[in-house]
């Protein structure tokens, strides 16, 4: 686990980019503080270096990067975990490879050096790679399945950069890039920004399962999909057939996700899926496992009582943690500003939190992030479902009725999330032409509420239309949901949300349900095993209901919340209403200045709650005067 960098030029000299590289390290020391590395090479069109940080997990002695081929022809640097690699090495072994390393990363060297860019279907793990082949004198930039690892990249006139942290790339700019309309209006709508787009115009994140191909002697790149490998499944399975095959492929993904030679423990919630993957680590270690929660002291946010129910259960070494807005208050800015972006998930604040007490006992951590993606257990699947049964029987005229009346009766004035909010939102969704998923989905803003804070020529009406072309029609279906989670809310939040803030304490987060092969086996499976009427994720609990006292796996779990709506109240109310001055507004000249302070207003007196969308807009604001106020 660590981070990457690299730079390809035909200007500078090369002992200048030893420096340049050296400062992209610098940046993300937090990354990987163990140890560095630097690769450089010269050919007769351009000057290519390649930097890497690591945190050191496996192999601790002979894994320092960069790795060469046996021949110097092939470098890589590398950051992430393969978790597949000793059956990937047996393989090559058979082929008559040798190996001078038990690293991952030389198993990827030589996968690549036997079989090309092919290989890189074969990995499962998370990843991020750039390897440098001077047989055909090209750069290979690849990022893993899911987009576990981060990846960025730019083509400016210094030169082609990448990167695993925005922060290496832009002191490097002779001048910061003008926002992205469109990563603008993404941030607005979802709370965070999707693959390939960032807040800057010209900077792009690579894709999920993509790799870009840099040719140095054209000094022009392709971006390329990885493919996936195909795993046969019968096109009919039977429930109990394929509740055992869950079973076994979970337990079997908790194991590869477990090797490692330093400690390791779990995040535990007690929700369905983190206390699944702590019960399966406590079944394959031989002595008690160290879990980690953390609780809130606002009663309504607070589930520390199921993770310590499954800790009993499991008897594991169980460190809790309660905390409340004093525990954040010299801690949420760094926070923030360590994603480079505009970033508005909430519940980045407690899972760094998390992260760091956890930092303290262990090196990696296992945790349940993807299980709603792969075993279908989001709420707002429910509200995709509800709409296709809504809009079937309440006329479009009814439903207009019905939304204005509601407006006064599901107001909120708490941020508590409960059932009003639930059914606020719900009401707000409902779309009758087909696009309500994509309003579903949108956490900060809905377009009417955009459009008004907005001006005119900030708004980007079509910001969700290149997402849109990967369906042939607007998402109905829970396949099609989950696919879009994967495209959009998976890369662009989840995994974002727990790659910066546990690698900020320097701390390896695995997710064994994000396992290429679990995520094909849940895409061949009728979705009624999936969802059963109103029961998420019915398969996945059904595969381990025996392990848990009767009931436990279908108790609802409200998430990973945080109450930041009363904290904007509070102590960050000052920062706030600085953000809503006249001046500061009309000098930025992106929102319309009387909406946005009506907004805040509302939000603050308590005439509305109005977290959400108060939220999104101070964690722009944020990242804005700290981004600008610096140049």
């Known amino acids: 686990m660590c981070g990457i960098n690299g730079v390809i030029t035909n200007q500078p000299a ?32 351009s000057q290519l270096v390649m930097g890497m940080r690591r945190l050191s997990i496996i192999d601790l002695s002979t894994g320092t990067q960069p790795i060469y081929s046996d021949d110097k022809k092939i470098a890589i640097v590398f950051n992430g975990e393969i978790y597949n690699y000793r059956e990937l090495k047996q393989q090559l072994q058979q082929e008559g490879v040798t190996f001078k390393t038990t690293s991952d990363t030389e198993v990827i060297v030589k ?24 047989r055909n004198n090209k750069v290979f930039i690849t990022r893993d399945f899911f987009g576990e690892k981060p990846l960025y990249y730019t083509r400016q006139s210094e030169g082609f950069f990448w990167a695993s942290e925005l922060k290496s790339i832009l002191p490097q700019l002779k001048q910061r890039p003008p926002i992205s309309k469109r990563g603008l209006n993404l941030f607005f709508r979802l709370t965070y920004i999707p693959a390939p787009h960032t807040i800057y115009e010209g900077i792009y994140k690579l894709r999920p399962n993509h790799y870009i191909e840099y040719d140095l002697t054209t000094q022009e790149f392709e971006i390329h999909g990885i493919g996936e490998e195909r795993y046969e499944r019968p096109k009919k399975v039977s429930f109990e057939k394929a509740k055992k095959e869950v079973h076994d492929g979970v337990f079997k993904s908790v194991a590869s996700r477990s090797i490692a030679d330093v400690p390791l423990g779990t995040f535990l919630s007690g929700g369905v899926d983190s206390s699944i993957v702590s019960w399966c680590l406590s079944k394959l270690s031989s002595k008690k496992i160290d879990t980690f929660s953390i609780g809130f002291e606002k009663a309504s946010f607070d589930e520390s009582d199921k993770a310590r129910t499954v800790a009993n259960l499991i008897q594991s070494n169980h460190h809790e943690f309660i905390i409340n807005e004093e525990h954040l208050k ?48 989001y709420n707002k699947y429910y509200m995709g479902k509800l709409n296709r049964r809504y809009t079937s029987i309440v006329p479009k005229v009814l439903h207009k009725t019905i939304k204005k009346a ?11 999330r409960g059932l009003r909010f639930k059914l606020d939102r719900l009401v707000n969704a ?25 001006n005119n020529g900030t708004m980007d009406p079509h910001v969700f239309e290149e997402y849109e072309s990967a369906f042939k029609k607007n ?6 949901f989950r696919k879009v989670d994967q495209l959009m809310s998976l890369e662009g939040d989840m995994l974002v949300k727990v790659d910066r803030t546990s690698m900020l304490t320097s701390l390896e987060c695995r997710a064994p349900f994000l396992n290429k092969q679990l995520w094909q086996y849940t895409q061949s499976l009728p979705e009624s095993y999936l969802m059963k009427g109103w029961n998420k994720k019915y398969i996945l609990k059904k595969a381990f209901e025996d392990a848990f006292p009767k009931g436990f796996l279908d108790k609802s779990k409200r998430g990973f919340g945080v109450p930041v709506g009363d904290w904007l109240r509070a102590g960050l109310k000052q920062e706030l209403e600085q953000y809503t001055e006249t001046s500061f507004l009309e000098k930025q000249r992106l929102f319309n200045v009387e909406p946005v302070q009506h907004m805040v207003h509302q939000h603050l007196t308590g005439q509305k709650d109005r977290t959400f969308n108060v939220w999104t807009y101070f964690c722009f604001q944020k990242w804005y005067k700290n981004t600008y106020s610096a140049l």
Do not use: C
């Open 14 to 45: 090369q002992h200048e980019l030893a420096t340049v590289i050296q400062q992209m390290n610098d940046r993300i020391i937090h990354r990987g503080p163990d140890e560095d590395g630097v690769y450089t090479a010269t050919t007769d069109t």
């Open 111 to 134: 996968l690549y050096e036997q079989h090309g860019v092919a290989s890189f279907a074969w990995l499962d793990g998370m990843f991020a790679f750039s390897i440098h082949d001077l």
């Open 330 to 377: 010299h801690n949420i800015h760094e926070i923030l500003n360590n994603f480079d972006e505009p970033f508005a998930d909430s519940s980045a604040l407690a899972t760094y939190l998390v992260a760091n007490k956890t930092r303290d006992h262990v090196k990696v951590a296992l945790t349940g992030d993807g299980g709603d993606e792969v075993f279908g257990g």
């Open 406 to 416: 509601s407006k006064g009766l599901l107001k909120t004035t708490d941020d508590d």
């Open 430 to 454: 409902v779309d009758y032409d087909g696009g309500f998923y994509w309003d579903i989905i949108s956490l900060g803003f809905q377009p009417a509420d955009l459009q008004a804070v907005m």
């Open 475 to 480: 998402p109905t279906s829970l396949t099609d």
